[in-house]
């Protein structure tokens, strides 16, 4: 009996992750049966075992949500705000009871009349914050939908992850002595295919702690709906996981974090639908939540269109607090004006809420991932939104490596981020000096460089004409030289976690063994960069010529939205241009013919620009470019990404005359609001 428990404890606990997302869901979409299926199955499933095990209070409660869902299934019902607030209550109590019962105990008592009395046709509905005291224990952010598992302690999947480094270690050291051996050993071929089963049972230890970021997300409409319902406001979430997988303990460390920063985005950042209205946005506001994998990173972003950030408000309250100086604050640029939201007790709500605006949080959000070894980036348009970007680790994983040597010390560096080895004294290569920074030129192209010794302080006696310079491509697209003397080797190699006094420096992101067993630091590519001033933040800098020096400013980075085109190019625009991003249906459309398209948004007609062909069957992705006096709308096909760009890299095509931009190191049209405004007729706004 107690393995027949633990199995239907196992089982209701699996479906119930997958449900409060579901049913949101199926609230947008109430024709969808699937979802509705899914939902009928799990209340269905937990009434039968109910009988079985002898629990007549869940048993009757579970038993009323599967009536009223069965009245949806057969269309005498319709599915309506009443009735999936009152199931999304239930699924809520019966997560408690199932809670209670898997610890060992009684089902908690409690008068589950009125969650049952919600149900009824007619009744009701009730706020979220009602549904939360008939159901005390709720938990309002539920993991995701997963197939049936088996649950198993971190600390043997760690024992295992272990007993696989430990045989790579002697894979290796085999292959080197099987490597110094004369002539032949006849331990090649049994050699051969011992590496490739080790490969694939590393593959499938990796895979066993690795999980769809879907089970982060998969909470997240729930959450939204009942912040935006308590608080008043209508808020659309859409969810993009882009199949990203991630290791499970690291969803646990980012699902705090993201919970608070989506939390701040519905009470800070979107408007009521009253100011939306008065402010020239659609009544509904949203939130878009978005992950994407890139290289060694996985990049979360979370996107709202409400009122922004006010830097300067952030900086004059940053000074009264005296968390920074006037002059301090006259030499920030706009992402870390933005940034200064993450000081310890520094607000800008007007008034403390049961949601925020204590001061406390993001503070804690930015420790929070980069503890990890992460990063936060925040870019805001103020009256147009903001932009969150938790830049994370993949995992604790099997990482192919390249390993380095400076002086007498070693260092392992990821191989993902590796383009190329050069050796200083090559003759298609050149070095010069600009503003105290040695550039190496290679085929045209001019790099910056960095001795790795002079970023971890250490020496380095081996001559400037015998060294090696490792290329390394930033997540951003950015190329510069690390000066090493020695290349050792490429090997697969297992990062385990470092003292946290070793990572707070940032240049570490682990550590991990040789196959003699030696301990090596595995370098944090991007936290070198950091410490080098390889990532644009230098404000300007001093050109060392034959003639004197020059002195040029150097811009920071800038935000831009990669997107395809109805043509099928790639286009970007700068973050700062756009006005809204808005979707629409194709009847709103008028005259889609080049330049001579319209479209009515929000009761007025504005130009259209960017279709090519015939108009598509579907909802329209389009920008709003403008003041806000005249406006102009861009259609485009699909969004790719958001990136950065050098301003300094921008140029005119000769034929065409199109603006350029170096994006992930190849040109990009980018798009000029000025040179659109003049293709068509801007209509004046109220």
Not at 66 to 87: F, I, K
Not at 293 to 308: A, C, H, L, M, P
Request: proline share 4%; with cysteine.
């Amino acid at each position: 009996m107690d393995d027949l428990l633990a199995d239907f404890i196992a089982e209701a606990r699996d479906m119930m992750e997958a449900l409060s997302g579901e049913i949101v869901a199926w609230e947008n979409d109430p024709g969808d049966k699937e979802r509705l299926d899914a939902i009928f199955r799990f209340v269905h499933t937990v009434k039968g075992n109910c009988g079985f095990f002898d629990f007549p209070q869940l048993e009757k409660l579970s038993h009323a949500a599967e009536d009223s869902l069965a009245d949806c299934r057969a269309g005498r019902r319709q599915a309506d705000q009443a009735l999936v607030t009152a199931v999304l209550a239930v699924i809520d109590r019966i997560a408690e009871m199932v809670d209670a019962i898997g610890e060992g105990g009684d089902v908690p008592e409690g008068d589950d009349e009125a969650l049952i009395a919600a149900l009824a046709e007619g009744a009701e509905t009730a706020r979220p914050q009602e549904a939360a005291a008939a159901a005390p224990s709720a938990k309002t952010a539920r993991q995701t939908a997963t197939p049936r598992t088996i649950r198993l302690p971190v600390d043997l999947l760690d024992r295992v992850m272990s007993g696989v480094s430990d045989m790579a270690v002697a894979r290796n050291d085999l292959a080197r002595r099987l490597a110094q051996s004369n002539g032949e050993t006849g331990l090649e071929a049994p050699f051969n295919r011992l590496s490739a089963i080790l490969v694939d049972l590393s593959e499938a230890i990796t895979r066993i702690r690795m999980q769809r970021i879907d089970t982060l997300f998969a909470g997240f409409p729930r959450l939204v709906r009942d912040l935006s319902h308590e608080l008043g406001k209508q808020v659309m979430v859409e969810v993009e996981s882009g199949d990203v997988e991630i290791d499970r303990e690291m969803i646990e460390v980012v699902r705090d974090p993201m919970v608070h920063i989506i939390r701040n985005a519905i009470d800070h950042g979107i408007e009521s639908p009253a100011e939306r209205l008065a402010a020239g946005k659609r009544e509904i506001g949203s939130l878009t939540i978005t992950a994407r994998q890139t290289g060694s990173e996985i990049r979360i972003g979370i996107v709202d269109d409400g009122k922004g950030i006010d830097g300067d408000k952030l900086v004059a309250k940053a000074i009264a607090a005296k968390l920074i100086t006037a002059e301090d604050a006259k030499g920030l640029t706009t992402r870390e004006r933005n940034m200064l939201i993450c000081l310890p007790g520094l607000s800008t709500a007007k008034e403390v809420t049961a949601v925020s605006g204590r001061g406390v949080g993001m503070d804690v959000v930015r420790a929070n991932i980069e503890k990890i070894g992460g990063s936060l980036v925040i870019d805001s348009t103020p009256g147009s939104g903001t932009r969150m970007m938790l830049n994370i680790p993949l995992t604790l994983s099997i990482v192919p490596s390249l390993t380095i040597g400076v002086a007498e010390h070693t260092f392992a560096l990821p191989r993902s981020y590796v383009e190329e080895i050069v050796r200083s004294a090559g003759e298609e290569m050149d070095k010069n000096w600009m503003g105290g920074r040695k550039f190496i030129t290679l085929r045209g192209q001019r790099i910056p460089c960095v001795g790795l010794e002079e970023v971890l302080g250490i020496e380095s006696s081996c001559p400037d004409d015998a060294r090696l310079y490792v290329l390394i491509k930033l997540v951003g697209g950015d190329v510069f030289g690390l000066a090493v003397d020695a290349i050792h080797n490429h090997e697969e190699l297992v990062v385990k976690p470092i003292a946290p006094v070793l990572m707070a420096c940032g240049l570490y992101v682990g550590t991990t063994q040789l196959d003699d067993g030696s301990p090596v630091p595995m370098l944090d590519v991007a936290g070198v960069a950091r410490a080098a001033g390889m990532i644009s933040e230098v404000k300007d800098r001093t050109i060392r010529t034959g003639a004197g020096e020059t002195r040029v400013e150097e811009k920071d980075l800038r935000p831009a939205l990669l997107f395809v085109g109805f043509d099928g190019r790639e286009r970007a625009i700068e973050m700062d241009d756009v006005r809204r991003i808005e979707k629409l249906p194709r009847s709103a459309v008028r005259h889609a013919t080049g330049d001579t398209a319209q479209i009515v948004i929000d009761g007025r007609i504005v130009p259209l620009l960017g279709l090519s062909g015939e108009l598509p069957d579907r909802e329209l992705a389009m920008f709003r470019l403008g003041d806000g006096a005249s406006e102009v709308a861009f259609a485009y096909e699909r969004m790719i990404d958001l990136v950065e760009f050098d301003p300094l890299s921008i140029t005119k095509a000769k034929k065409s005359g199109e603006r350029l931009a170096l994006v992930g190191g190849r040109p990009v049209e980018l798009l000029e609001v000025s040179t659109l405004e003049a293709r068509a007729p801007v209509t004046e706004g109220a």
